[in-house]
């Protein structure tokens, strides 16, 4: 006799949540059995935001923010241009930084930083179009906004020495951050003062 199983879309179901970052088997399986059987988890609402989702957000051409057309509303903003440009790992570092309401310039989302042991070098990361930008845009400061932790560092580096020859004065937030802490997890007092505290990058 053959072991019961769960039924097919169960582990349909399955199969997909442990395709997200983070999501073992047993939170799949979790997660699954509340999205079959709560009351409130409204699964059609979820399948429904997710191809919504999956339709219209694209990344902005120029910086890597979101946006639902070809560049993200800070782009489009005329009034940001000629100014600071911002470069982090993620875009979801973008907001934190928007909400401090201090800085009025534009980002460039790198898509990560260097991490050689995850096979991730310099081709990997959107460095190339920073450049190509840099040229067209001539900014009057390049902040960058990186983690403090080592991977971070090692990115900061790597970027001073690349942009040091563009002759735009290179700057590096101040690290009053969480030891090991992305910009996403810091408040926005603390986020002002580091920018506000930015200092000279020395090659
Ligand atoms: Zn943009």
């Known amino acids: 006799m053959k072991p019961a199983d769960y039924p097919e879309p169960f582990h349909d179901?399955?199969?997909e949540l442990r395709r997200l970052p983070?999501?073992?088997?047993r939170s799949a399986e979790r997660i699954a059995l509340w999205l079959a059987s709560a009351k409130d988890a409204r699964p059609?609402?979820?399948?429904?935001?997710?191809?919504?989702?999956?339709?219209?957000l694209r990344s902005c051409q120029?910086?890597?923010f979101f946006c639902t057309e070809e560049f993200c509303e800070i782009?489009?903003?005329?009034t940001r241009a000629g100014g600071e440009i911002c470069v982090v790992e993620q875009a979801t570092d973008i907001l934190p930084l928007e909400r401090t309401a201090f800085f009025h310039g534009r980002y460039h989302v790198l898509g990560g930083r260097l991490a050689p042991l995850d096979h991730v070098?310099?081709?990997q990361l959107r460095i190339g179009?920073?450049?190509?930008r840099i040229k067209?845009?001539?900014p009057r400061e390049i902040i960058l906004a990186l983690s403090a932790d080592v991977e971070g560092e090692a990115t900061t580096n790597y970027l001073a020495e690349i942009l040091t020859p563009a002759g735009i004065p290179l700057t590096r937030i101040a690290h009053g951050l969480p030891a090991g802490g992305g910009l996403e997890h810091a408040d926005p007092l603390t986020l002002q003062r580091a920018l506000s505290g930015r200092n000279p990058v020395r090659v």
């Open 129 to 132: 179009e920073l450049l190509a």
């Open 62 to 64: 120029t910086c890597g």
């Open 22 to 25: 983070g999501v073992g088997p």
């Open 13 to 15: 179901l399955v199969r």
């Open 44 to 56: 059609l609402d979820l399948a429904q935001a997710l191809r919504h989702a999956a339709e219209n």
């Open 136 to 138: 067209i845009e001539q």
């Open 121 to 123: 070098g310099p081709e």
């Open 75 to 78: 782009c489009r903003d005329e």
